[in-house]
């Protein structure tokens, strides 16, 4: 199966017939009802099973399972690290004020120090791909990039821990700070696109991560509590005092990636891996939900290449020479625009913004995917 | 990540040291550009065609640099340019047939390699692709493959090599690194790629359903006063260099001809955007409408420039 | 809700225990003495144990010392010893005085006369390659294709040329297994107009048939084999054997579908590859008059779709019955039940009795409920499950 990947595309290609293929896409594109391979309705994804805080030498890890046995295991580890001040450019306006007094700098703590988004590092590890492939580092990029982009909006107490959103908790002092490693790992080669599986993943290690009590105070050499029980969430949780009972809420949760296709007029999520294969348009669809408001936001947007453009055409019945009586010559211009009912012709071209408008809203909507997704997480235990 | 049969140097960048006493003498703080442009005016386009004799398309982009870059170059008081604009040049080869060990394939095969100059940046890039210059590979072949009629030519392949002299900055210069860190100038990169690559598969004279431009827009919060009051604008074509914050941007590949996108790339939150009361747009359409009309201009240069190619040919 | 997320299941984890009486009875015809040995042994029988074949053997266990019995499939012999010894893990199968190990799951291997399901791979000058879930693409040689229109002649260069309108990569065939080389690799022909490239309908794969020579006895006892997963509830309690899809008497059958969804031919391949698809007239016609049509009249029953890539059109009606029968097959391998033209029938009807059960339970459908509903999973396909058991 080797030749499914093409040398730097990031999506695969499968192998299947023009007539498998058309035979889908009618199925998918059906008006209103689209006929999911399996049975599920548009928004459904497949059931899986989760599970947090696993591994015992990370600070924060969650493992998802698909039904079919497809597997990921994510593991975040986090380290000190001391902050290079300025280390590519000047600050000109510190030195502008200060002039020769360079050196005491370190004491002004009141400028709030945000964080960079260099120090969330992501690797993701996918069989069958070599670490530098388009896949691995496309995926990594996407889910890094929603990730350190998300900014907590609103004012409450707990929202104040997080102010720079996750780059801005990692922040320790002026000269420290954590550096998070998100290692993800897919443990059987992807049946599907893998990112929907990725995503949510890596959603519950992080919540379920913890970082040490810090006891130092201010500018100090950070140095921390041993005690493993006191250690605090990276994302704060706020019915500490509450009964136990209760699912803790999170003012802040780490944005999840949702996979959106769309075939025909329909709007379909977490695709499998024939489903995308008819797509007309892949999107990646990152949400989150901004702390004190219901609703959700939308953190980024980045399209896939669908592989229905690789795909091999049908020949219409009409233009097949091995047809009794189909006496068309075959230096004839294959490959004419009309589309025959029935036959699979590769998808050109590209999105109409309408489309895209109303996969967007199928996510962000009241009561849309994006939130019975985020709701589904809520209700998984992390410890 | 690194590639382990090459030693590299050390990572990381090198910057030519600048002197404090330089920075008092100089009109104390550097002065921060400023964009002069209306919200909706673009930059101007430089794109030409059939530079590179030896490859069978190519064509070379500059984006003009901003007027107070353009003073500052002229008369300089500082080091280190306060801001730079986007240069690259783009190489088509083929198509060609794929190599023996490649499975059939009954389109044309593209591969695209998009890689930063050395010295493009302000810091150092080094001569193995990293992560994000992958990424933009592939943005890149998405928004070409969707362009292409690729079962005209099955069986071979199409290399696009995209070669950055320079860059366009993240932010100002001035600026800490953590004052907004996400790779906006990326996203400038990633749409003169798309113009460029267009014109030069064009150049090819390769099956095309249209020419396809890159366009970039972005929700820009007003800079120079921090009222809160003063919510974010939408801007075609920012400058990174020209703005203290930058809240969200969306660059697409648009095909005007069919009213397509092929290739959308949307980043940070969009959904303060101050529209009119009148417009029942949300955030996030607003921009991907602005990114459009952006690709819409950059095509008409993009017109232009094929056509004086084709005329080039025949003279 | 559009997302289900289960906590994980911890498996069973008791000692496996044969259920003798199911055991024996399926296993008699092999002579298989069953003594309900709980588990594995992992020191070597004594020497003259008559008591061989019982319970399961790992690799590098000594089935025998016996000098009495000849060497089968899945075993080895030391070269100074006479004791045999297992190389897969199964159960130990003893024809005549030949003791073979069979593997509780086992890839495919082809044998002449397979109806098997393949997908073409690779497209060679004068033949094809083709994927059949076996450890080596078989091959399909142009030879050994129905040219269109029946045409009776030596393929000339022509046919070389334009070989890929016959069969392209990807394309889906439906063919027999007419030899098998000496590496294990098959060889396929298509003559016949039962085989062909198939359409209009859906492909699924299954694991094929465990082990060689099963007759058509599937291997039962096994532990709970590997396909149910982890976090899965599917997992039918005794529910054990090898599943997927076993050489059976009919591998190929028309199903008069339920609510108006016509008659869909279902392909179960003997490979573990299923089509399944529309029933189309023509084939029909033809395939229950090859008997008795001449080989002057091939030309005109060789309906004109047979190297077509074109689908007729199908309604939605039997697009939704084809994806339940898909479905129905899913359920049935993913709990490790044999697949065969009587398992598939009956979860079909079991799967029709759970939607009407549940029909009548919620009058009061809105929409959120309805939506997914011919989704089979959890609950709805155990019930699917215990409604095929109890007709086995």
Known sequence: MSNQRQASSASQVPHLSPAELSYLYTSLSLPKNPIRPDGRSPTQFRPLSAETTILPGTNGSARIGFADGTQAIVGVKAEVEKTVLAADTLDSRSLAQHGDALNREGEQGSAAVSGQGEWVQMSIEIPGFRDDDALPVFLSEMMRESLVGSVAGGNGDAVKEMAGGLKGRLVINKRWHWRLYIDVLLLSQPLAYPLPLLSLTTHLALLSTKLPKLKSTGEEDPFFDDDWAAAEYLYPRSNISKSLSAAPSYPVRPPVTLLVISVGDNVIFDPNREEIAVADAVLAISVTRSGDSETLKLLSIRSIDPPSRLTQPGIPNSENVNMLGATAAPGEETGGQEEVEGVWRPRRGGVKRSVIARMVKTVLGKGGVGEEVLEGLEGVEVQ | ?315 | MAITILPPVVEDSRPYEVDSDDDISMDSEEDIEMTGVSRPHKRPRLQGNSNIGAGIVTPGEVVTDDPQWMRGHGTYMNPLSTSIIATVAGTVQKTNKLLSVHPLRARYTPEIGDLVVGRIVEVQSRRWKVDVAAPLLAQLPLSAINLPGGILRRRTSADELQIRTFFSEGDLVVAEVQSVHQDGSASLHTRSLKYGKLRNGVFLAVTGTGGSGASSSSVKGGVGAGKSASGSSLAAPGGSGTGGVVRSRRQVWTVPTANGGGEVNIILGVNGYIFISKHSEGEDAASSTTENVSITRMEEMVSSSIYSSQNDDISPQTRREIARLAQCIRVLVQSGVRVDEETVMGAYNASLQVDLEIGDDEDDEDEWRQEGREYLEGAKAQQILELVKQQL
């Open chain 2, 1 to 315: 990540m690194a590639d382990r049969r090459r030693i590299n140097g050390p990572p990381g960048g090198t910057r030519p040291p600048v002197f404090a006493s330089l920075q008092e003498s100089s009109t104390g703080i550097a002065n921060r550009a400023q964009r002069q442009r209306q919200p909706a005016e673009l930059r101007k386009i430089f794109l030409k065609t059939g530079l590179i004799p030896t490859a069978s398309g190519s064509s070379y982009l500059e984006f003009e640099p901003s007027v107070s870059l353009a003073a500052a170059r002229s008369n300089p008081k500082s080091l280190i340019p306060p801001s730079s604009a986007l240069k690259l040049a783009c190489t088509v080869h083929g198509p060609k047939p794929l190599p023996r060990s490649a499975a059939f394939s009954p389109n044309l095969v593209l591969t695209t390699h998009v890689k930063y100059a050395p010295f493009a940046a302000r810091k150092r890039k080094g001569h193995i692709r990293d992560a994000s210059e992958r990424d933009l590979g592939v943005h890149l072949e998405t928004a070409l493959r969707g362009a292409i009629i690729a079962e005209r030519w099955p069986k071979s392949g199409l290399d696009i090599t995209i070669t950055i002299i320079e860059a366009e900055d993240d932010r100002w210069w001035g600026d800490a690194p953590d004052s907004h860190d996400a790779s906006w100038g990326m996203m400038n990169v990633l749409a003169g790629c798309i113009t460029a690559a267009s014109a030069a598969i064009a150049d090819a004279h390769i099956d095309c359903l249209d020419l396809v431009s890159g366009g970039v827009a972005a929700l820009v919060s007003d800079d120079s006063n921090q009222s809160a009051s003063s919510a974010p604008r939408l801007m075609l074509d920012i400058d990174p260099a020209e703005h203290r914050s930058i809240l969200s941007a969306c660059v697409v590949a648009y095909m005007p001809a069919r009213d397509e996108i092929t290739e959308l790339w949307l980043k940070g939150d969009s959904s303060r955007a101050a529209l009119e009361k009148d417009d029942g747009r949300t955030g996030h359409e607003a921009l991907i409408d602005g990114a459009v009309d952006a690709a819409r201009g950059a095509n008409t240069v993009l017109a232009e420039a094929v056509r004086e190619s084709i005329a080039r040919s025949f003279a």
